[in-house]
């Protein structure tokens, strides 16, 4: 049942094939008129449909459909709507309960869901338009909740149906950012976190990495800086014994290449608390290490202070053979004081007196 309400005022408007005009048709003069289908209505307030379900009757799940009849063929628009005004939306919809306001299913030969089209900066009496910005294709917002705020965009892949090893799910979301005819194209995603919330949060499922990232060209795959007041560009942390940070280099480069600011350095690393090296190095078939510096020396080993008549077998660690080993006396003349260090190589590993070093300067 259909029921059309609201004072309104519905004229259309034949025209014949040959385009003369046919003159105005009354489709509806008052309200109660039905409307008259393949003619233009025009009304001068709000059209409102509205449906009442009785127990028992027809219940399709919809109030209003539209859509091409079995005989049409080609390409046709289920609903076409163009607001009025210069800030009126063209469709708004409001779910009930759990529903969507707008629910979207894709054509049956991999037709979008939903495909939406920012609208062009269009010149106004203060903005040019060489200097207006562009529409959103799309834009979310998540609604308020009592002790969660829902998410602004939630997109989830659909499952890969071949029936072999090559069927892969589809992308969550899927984002290209635009091109530039003179300059510098828009990224894929740009994401900012609120309150002090990260941009981004990745959790994969199995064994996939929460964040694959592929590098155009010479650039880089993920680029991080960090934050105004000094916070890091990158903060990694490795889930069950894994490490924080896995790099693989192709070719001739490095796993990783740091820069380091001011008079910092490039990469800084600290062992873990049960006494792991803050820095493992293994080379397959080269060295495990190698240092170079223009300026001062390659690399500088930062005494471990002991008192007159100490030496290496006083420390508390547990040495191994292998071991090289920087000490140093601190000496003080009038008001200066100065460290003076001492080589020791360790030639049999053990805790205390166990182990022997060999003292080489």
């Known amino acids: 049942m259909l029921l059309i309400s609201s004072p309104t005022i519905l004229v259309s408007l034949a025209y014949w094939s040959d385009g003369e005009n046919g003159g105005a048709l009354m489709a509806a003069t008052e309200s109660g008129d039905d409307l008259s289908a393949g003619l233009i209505n025009e009304c001068q307030s709000a059209t409102e449909i509205l449906t009442t379900l009785y127990e028992g009757s027809y219940n399709s799940g919809h109030v209003f459909r539209v859509g091409p009849g079995t005989s049409v063929t080609g390409d046709v628009t289920g609903i076409v709507a163009d607001a009025p005004g210069e800030s009126g939306s063209g469709i708004k919809a409001t779910g009930s309960g759990t529903k969507a306001g707008i629910e979207a299913y894709g054509g049956y030969q991999s037709g979008n869901g939903v495909f939406a089209r920012g609208g062009e ?6 903005v040019s338009f060489e200097v207006s910005t562009g529409g959103k294709g799309v834009e979310g917002e998540g609604g308020d909740g009592q002790s969660e705020g829902g998410a602004g965009v939630v997109g989830t892949g659909g499952a890969g149906l071949k029936i072999n090893t090559d069927a892969r799910g589809g992308a969550g979301v899927v984002a290209t950012g635009g091109g530039s005819e003179h300059g510098t194209g828009g990224p894929g995603v740009v994401a900012t976190g609120g309150n ?3 941009g981004v949060v990745a959790s994969a499922t199995g064994d996939a990495a929460g964040v694959s990232a592929f590098g155009g060209g010479n650039e880089a795959g993920i680029e991080a800086h960090g934050g105004d007041t000094g916070g890091p560009g990158v903060v990694a942390t490795g889930g069950n014994n894994a490490p924080g940070v896995v790099a693989s280099a192709t070719g001739e480069a490095a796993g990783v290449s740091a820069f380091g600011g001011g008079n910092e350095a490039g990469i800084e690393a600290h062992g873990g608390n049960a006494g792991g090296p803050g820095v493992h190095g293994v080379g397959d078939k080269g060295r495990g290490g190698q240092f170079s ?10 005494p471990v202070l002991l008192s007159f008549g100490q030496t290496p077998s006083d420390l508390l660690g547990t040495a191994e053979a292998g071991d090289l080993l920087v000490t140093g006396l601190e000496e003080v003349v009038g008001h200066s004081r100065s460290v003076i260090a001492s080589l020791w190589f360790c030639k049999k590993g053990g805790k205390g007196a166990e182990a022997q070093w060999v003292q080489i300067a």
């Open 293 to 302: 510096s223009k300026i001062t020396a390659q690399i500088n080993l930062n």
């Open 121 to 126: 900066g269009a010149s106004s009496a203060t």
């Open 196 to 198: 002090n919330a990260p």
